[in-house]
């Protein structure tokens, strides 16, 4: 039933190689929950949300029941999937012979699935997709390559790709803001504030050959910069638990991270038969649903 939702055409991964290598991944869901202050991982609580020799990535919830991720088919095309854990069916937000989408996030006004979308000609750029599977609009036209993003007041913070890459901001149609250069993959707004995280990729501290990279904000309203202490060594993709906690992951295990403190501290393991590395995660609050990304193993 699941393969019927996946079209076309695609060969390569984003445009993005040095941060994306093309492999079979998967979505698997663990129970989370906050309880007298202390995050708990239940290993009893561990379901696969796909299960495909193929490529399912990039999860992010968009209300209480619904998660949007990016999938490929057979034959290497990708389109923006959403999953309802309700009804556990999965419905095409996109089907686009011509052009991969990547990336999905819910927009602030909650009307639009906003993508990074490869174009026919290449053009890598944020397109918005309706909730409502009405027709999509092409968000920035000047501001591209766009590789990663998230969202403040309506307005994207966007990850460019150059040399080196760039983290930007569109203050206005005529003014962007650049924030950072050099900066890693994960941008994520922390919650309940106007600062958008991101690893400074030029402060790096290195130990028993695994790098750890400073995590920085940028308030927007205020045109501050945040230092929120170093990342998991070994990991570049973090999310925020809530406005204080930070959670990354390296192999198959989980850690948080308060803010303030330095050391990352275990959640626990994420086990299931045949993967491994944990890579990009998803949480949602209301269903108490961590979603992490998990490659195969190589037979």
């Not at 990016?70 to 990708?78: F, I, P, R, V």
């Not at 989408?101 to 997709?129: H, I, M, N």
Request: hydrophobic share 35%; net charge negative; aromatic share 12%.
């Amino acid at each position: 039933m699941y393969r019927r939702f996946f079209i076309t055409l695609f060969t390569y991964l984003i445009c993005i190689p040095q941060l994306i290598a093309q492999g079979s991944f998967d979505l698997i869901a663990v129970d989370l929950k906050k309880q007298t202050g202390k995050w708990t991982l239940s290993i009893n609580g561990v379901e696969k949300i796909t299960d495909r020799d193929l490529y399912d990535n990039q999860p992010a919830f968009i209300n209480d029941k619904q998660m949007a991720f990016s999938a490929a088919d057979d034959k290497g095309n990708h389109d923006i999937i959403i999953y309802n854990f309700e009804s556990r069916k999965f419905t095409n937000l996109t089907k686009s012979a011509d052009r991969n989408e990547f990336s999905p996030s819910l927009t602030d006004c909650g009307l639009y699935v906003s993508a990074v979308t490869v174009e026919p000609d290449g053009k890598q750029r944020l397109w918005l997709y309706p909730t409502n599977f009405g027709e999509p609009e092409l968000l920035y036209d000047d501001i591209e390559p766009v590789g990663y993003y998230d969202w403040y007041d309506n307005k994207a913070a966007m990850f460019v790709l150059g040399k080196p890459n760039s983290l930007v901001y569109p203050d206005s149609k005529s003014e962007l803001h650049t924030i950072d250069k050099n900066v890693g993959r994960c941008i994520k707004k922390r919650p309940k504030s106007s600062t958008i995280a991101y690893l400074d990729l030029d402060k790096m501290t290195e130990s028993n050959g695994h790098k750890s990279y400073s995590v920085v904000g940028f308030d927007i309203e205020k045109r501050e910069y945040i230092d929120f202490g170093m990342s998991l060594p070994g990991s570049q993709d973090f999310i925020w638990l809530d406005a204080n906690t930070l959670l990354m992951g390296i192999g198959n295990e989980l850690f948080i991270r308060k803010i303030g403190k330095e050391g990352w501290e275990s959640l626990g393991s994420v086990e299931v038969v045949g993967y491994q590395n944990i890579t990009r995660l998803a949480y949602s609050e209301p269903l108490k649903k961590l979603v992490v990304v998990m490659e195969r193993k190589k037979e």
